[in-house]
């Protein structure tokens, strides 16, 4: 699918009159996540973990707790997550209970020991996979192990299909104050071609309920480019996502990581380019939908959000993690960030269930940062705010952004991604809908994987 400058689309885009070049979508992953990149965590550095852990526990750290729940009812084509989609009541109890056996062994060392949550997070998979008995028997025992007590913010992600009054009732009850609904589109035709579980019908339904129950914050996710996807219907996708109202909407691009079941399919068929809108079409349907958002009352706060009261809904997982909060993390594949040392859990639930009844943590490889690292990690994952103040890193890390990263900020601005002042860097819509692909140019020269300026 190409954009084309008769589109109804094309005018959203800030640069639509400028000439465009087509980038198909191909095989990978662009999204940065996290910094440095998970390629250079290494098994040899587990040992690190362990040596943070006997520290005293700090008191100017905050702490987050992640659980992930890697069920689901069925595996979208895009999905590249540790999911499983053949468990039984059974074998999801046995997870649960590996897990809290892991939990509890991180809980009680020195550097955790009496540290309450500033955070909490259920990932997946999908954590409204799970009845509510398991739920409650879950959180109770996290709680134990780990008080939720004036955490900022409980966030719990859910698959709209598997939420009925009695689950969202559940859900509310175990202390959630931010859910997260995986709407992505509206239309069933591209919903079940995606490998999609729910129906749209099963959106409007949880969302309503779930507005009568008082979580503090609802979000919506959407995914611009998905398979089949048209024009005329991301405009409606939009303008149904506008008459819900929601807290905040998180819009993604579509990508297709190596380890996807589309993927697989386009390996099998020989092709290169995805079945997917190509990036720049993209990003015009992201500009199109900030746009729409903007003009009833919302506010861009992000390259992926808009949120309608920034006053009120914060992502606090989200801007703790970037700041450098401490996350202990449980579960499969699961990754979390100790005193300085990142780690990720075994992939897979056979290694990570026989390192618990092993009694060894179940962690697969770590990475210690360097105070370089650190600082490189934060501007470049704070960047996607759209707006950075110098002095805040030269206070916080003493390192002055424009010295550490001269070359690559007047490349932004040379290229119209940017404007620069005397006290920070805000970037253009064109350089927000673009930014993952363009931090790789701030990464440590060992970490990078290109460089598009001289």
């Given at each position: 699918m190409q954009t084309t400058l008769d589109s109804p689309l094309a005018s959203a885009a800030t640069e639509a009159n400028a000439p465009k070049k087509v980038e198909q979508t191909e095989v990978g992953n662009y999204f940065v996540s996290n910094y440095p990149p998970f390629s250079f965590w290494k098994p040899d550095q587990v040992s690190l973990v362990e040596e943070v852990l006997q520290r005293p526990a700090p008191t100017n750290i905050p702490l987050g707790v992640y659980f992930h729940i890697p069920f689901c009812r069925k595996r979208c084509h895009f999905c590249y997550f540790k999911v499983y989609t053949d468990k039984n009541a059974q074998e999801v109890k046995a997870y649960i209970d590996a897990g809290m056996r892991e939990m509890a062994s991180f809980a009680s060392q020195p550097y955790l020991k009496g540290r309450k949550a500033h955070f909490v997070y259920f990932g997946g998979g999908t954590p409204s996979y799970l009845s509510v008995p398991q739920l409650k028997d879950l959180t109770n025992r996290m709680k134990d192990l780990v008080s939720w007590e004036g955490a900022a913010e409980v966030a719990f992600e859910a698959e709209p299909g598997t939420l009925n009054e009695v689950k969202l009732t559940g859900i509310r009850e175990i202390g959630v104050t931010r859910l997260s609904l995986g709407v992505e589109n509206f239309d069933d035709h591209i919903l079940e071609t995606n490998g999609r579980a729910h129906r749209s019908g099963e959106i409007d339904k949880a969302y309503r309920f779930a507005r009568t129950l008082g979580f503090e914050h609802i979000n919506i996710d959407l995914i611009a480019g998905m398979m089949n996807e048209t024009a005329a219907n991301w405009k409606d996708t939009v303008a149904k996502a506008v008459a819900m109202q929601p807290d905040a909407v998180t819009i993604y691009q579509m990508e297709v990581p190596f380890n996807t079941t589309m993927y697989q399919q386009m390996k099998a068929e020989g092709k290169v380019t995805a079945p997917v809108a190509d990036w720049q079409t993209k990003r015009d349907w992201v500009s199109y939908a900030f746009d729409?958002?903007?003009?009833?009352?919302?506010?861009?706060?992000?390259?992926?959000?808009?949120?309608?009261?920034p006053q009120r809904i914060k992502f606090v997982y989200r801007d703790s993690l970037w700041e450098g909060a401490d996350l202990l993390s449980s579960g499969v594949a699961s990754f979390g960030h100790l005193g300085g040392v990142h780690y990720q859990n075994q992939a897979d639930v056979g290694p990570y269930m026989q390192a618990i009844d092993a009694g060894q943590r179940p962690i697969y490889r770590a990475y210690q940062t360097t105070a370089e690292d650190r600082f490189v990690r934060e501007f470049i994952l704070?960047?996607?705010?759209?707006?950075?103040?110098?002095?805040?890193?030269?206070?916080?890390?003493?390192?002055?952004?424009?010295?550490?990263?001269?070359?690559?900020?007047?490349?932004?601005?040379?290229?119209?991604?940017?404007?620069?002042?005397?006290?920070?860097?805000?970037?253009?819509?064109?350089?927000?809908?673009q930014v993952d692909r363009l931090l790789h140019d701030f990464f440590l020269p060992q970490h990078r994987q290109y460089a598009r300026y001289t």
């Open positions: 729409e958002f903007q003009k009833v009352g919302y506010t861009v706060t992000s390259a992926y959000t808009v949120v309608k009261d704070k960047l996607k705010l759209g707006r950075s103040e110098f002095d805040y890193y030269i206070k916080k890390f003493g390192e002055d952004p424009r010295k550490h990263f001269g070359p690559q900020l007047d490349y932004l601005a040379k290229e119209g991604f940017a404007t620069l002042d005397a006290n920070g860097i805000t970037l253009t819509r064109d350089g927000l809908l």
